[in-house]
């Protein structure tokens, strides 16, 4: 079974762009969460979509916004990229036990 | 608000030394703990959990003990290994929501041969 993919894998923008990042929970998975994590710091939470219903929405200024499908995909959206968006963003798939399943993360540089 | 406070790395052990990571955290009630592990180019693993006071969670030779009256779940390993050099996350979940955690600024552990 595949596990969270995410893509790209990396990703340069310049200040002022738009950004779109895209995720794929565990086969069965109803939820997902996005992180973000700046280099040398542990993920900050951002969002959290539940059956396509936002659950829970962290620090995060307006810019970022998010979206989950009925297949239950998701996409991670920010909008006026700022250099201090350069981070790496994880999503992470939730199949109500206690345990999250990350994926391997879309590094994104912002220049 | 909820908050977790992670000894500061790098550590630094020779393979079979005894590993040690600290960890605090600042909740009301009673949070879920967790450690999770980053290796290079990968995304986080969960390691290793206790859901409430005196559990103590363990995997891979890992354990960490939830202690309530310290506010504590240090990380021990009693002898490491080059291929437990990776990133360690102790993070808190707070009030059976699993939807959000709150993670510590990480551990850089490497161990040489």
């Known amino acids: 079974d595949a596990g969270v993919t995410q893509s790209p894998t990396h990703l340069i923008k310049t200040r002022g762009q738009q950004v779109t990042l895209r995720c794929s929970p565990i086969?069965?998975?109803?939820?997902v969460s996005w992180y973000q994590q700046v280099l040398g710091q542990g993920p900050q939470f951002i969002f959290q979509?539940?059956?396509?219903?936002?659950?829970g929405r962290g620090n995060f200024p307006d810019r970022f916004s998010a979206r989950q499908f009925p297949n239950y995909s998701s996409e991670l959206n920010v909008n006026a990229l700022l250099l201090g968006d350069s981070a790496l963003y994880l999503c992470?798939?939730?199949?109500?036990?206690?345990?999250?399943?990350f994926g391997s993360g879309t590094q994104l540089s912002v220049l | 608000g909820n908050s977790v406070t992670q000894m500061e790395g790098p550590v630094t052990l020779s393979e079979e030394a005894f590993l040690t990571i600290n960890c605090t955290y600042t909740?009301?009630?009673?949070?879920?703990l967790f450690w999770y592990v980053q290796y290079p180019g990968e995304g986080l693993q969960l390691l290793l959990k206790?859901?409430?006071?005196?559990d103590k969670g363990s995997n891979k030779g890992f354990e960490a003990t939830y202690r309530k009256e310290t506010t504590s779940f240090h990380l021990e390993k009693g002898s490491v290994q080059v291929s437990d050099s990776a990133v360690y996350f102790c993070?808190?979940?707070?009030?059976?929501?699993?939807?959000?955690?709150?993670f510590g600024k990480g551990t850089l552990l490497t161990v040489n041969p």
């Open positions: 992470a798939s939730w199949g109500g036990d206690e345990k999250l399943f």
């Open positions: 086969s069965g998975h109803k939820s």
């Open positions: 979509y539940y059956e396509k219903e936002e659950r």
């Open positions: 909740a009301t009630g009673y949070p879920s």
């Open positions: 206790a859901t409430k006071a005196d």
């Open positions: 993070a808190l979940s707070r009030g059976g929501s699993n939807y959000k955690l709150t």
